[in-house]
């Protein structure tokens, strides 16, 4: 009881911080009820070392996104930043990200443009539902679906094994995120080495990391875990995390390393 106390009282978090989660590549790994990847990694490093506490539990995607609009969690990760989540939480920045439009290897001609893939109406596309890359992303996927060429699936994995059998031919993410989708399932082997990544202009490098609500969190709770988060981005724990799960060639067209100290 005493130890509990002790710890109890140099906790960072006045509270365990509720945590759901969808399976994202290798940021978050579901297997079963357990939940692993690189953003739990980092918050479990963050409790062992700090004494906060989390409660991780595994959601789809776009209900995710709405348990964090309505205050039912207190982060959101990994996350994007875009108006509208700033909106219902607090940004802090871990890395530097970008989407780029990702297909099979093919002879086609490269797209450099959102324009050049509207005009290309024989090209259909899969994203995930409630995945989102700012203004950019949302204005193309409009576009997409006002033309009959989108389908939404529910996580990078089932996007994969659409495009694998053809009823798709790309889709629009961060690389890290589908190549952690076909490493990790038997379905869709073979695709990691066949991937073509095109960035275009309307998808530019931003900031990826993690939201704390805005509705849910105690002003107390929020500065403990921003100063956290922030501590380990400087140190580069977090860049460490990403290195030991992708490989180089992967995290070169859609992330960069915050500069150390920043």
């Known amino acids: 009881m005493l130890l509990a106390s002790c710890l109890t009282a140099h906790a960072a978090c006045s509270r365990t911080i509720n945590v759901p989660v969808a399976a994202v590549g290798l940021s978050v790994i579901a297997s079963g009820e357990n939940i692993s990847g690189i953003y739990p990694e980092i918050l479990r490093s963050l409790s ?4 906060c506490q989390f409660n991780f539990s595994l959601v789809p995607r776009a209900r995710l996104e709405l348990m964090f609009e309505n205050g039912q ?36 001609p490269q797209l450099r443009s959102a324009q050049e893939l509207l005009e290309q109406r024989g090209l259909k596309v899969a994203l995930v539902r409630g995945y989102d890359y700012g203004d950019g992303y949302q204005a193309i996927m409009a576009e997409l679906g006002k033309q009959g060429r989108l389908t939404l699936e529910a996580d990078a994995l089932s996007v994969a094994r659409t495009l694998k059998a053809g009823a798709v031919d790309l889709t629009i993410m961060a690389p890290y995120i589908f190549a952690g989708a076909v490493q990790s399932d038997p379905r869709v082997e073979g695709m990691a080495d066949k991937l073509r990544f095109e960035p275009i202009a309307e998808l530019p490098w931003g900031d990826s990391g993690v939201y704390m609500s805005k509705k849910s ?46």
């Open 217 to 262: 969190l105690s002003a107390d709770d929020k500065a403990a875990l921003q100063g956290l988060l922030e501590a380990a981005a400087r140190s580069g724990e977090v860049w460490k995390n990403f290195q030991r799960y992708y490989k180089p060639e992967v995290l070169k067209d859609g992330n960069r390393p915050r500069e150390p100290g920043r």
């Open 48 to 51: 062992a070392k700090e004494g």
């Open 73 to 108: 969690a207190d982060l959101l990760l990994p996350a994007i930043r875009t108006s509208r989540r700033d909106e219902h939480g607090t940004f802090v920045p871990l890395i530097y990200t970008r989407a780029t439009l990702i297909s099979l290897q093919s002879n086609r």
